[in-house]
């Protein structure tokens, strides 16, 4: 019981601004029905820069099975160009 009411609670976009100056990549599921997409998109909307948003076509796995070559590389891309 004490579970499935935190998971209800849980809203991390909450904190969205806060996390600047600190870099952020968004990978996004475009069908995502899990971490659903237009509440992703929100949020990034109001992150603050730095920021990217990168757009997977598929479900909440797809960034880590079906389209891991696509966000891996955006991921690997994202970290040169920040922790170089």
Do not use: C
């Not at 935190?6 to 870099?23: K, L």
């Not at 990217?52 to 099975?65: K, Q, V």
């Amino acid at each position: 019981m004490r579970s499935t009411r935190a998971a209800r609670m849980y809203e991390p976009g909450t904190w969205i601004t806060r996390v600047s100056p600190t870099p952020l990549l968004m990978v996004v599921a475009l069908n995502d029905t899990v971490t659903v997409t237009d509440l992703a998109l929100a949020a990034y909307e109001r992150a603050l820069e730095p920021k990217r948003p990168h757009l997977i076509p598929g479900g909440h796995f797809d960034p880590y099975t079906t389209q891991f070559d696509q966000a891996s590389a955006a991921a690997l891309a994202w970290f040169r160009e920040h922790l170089a």
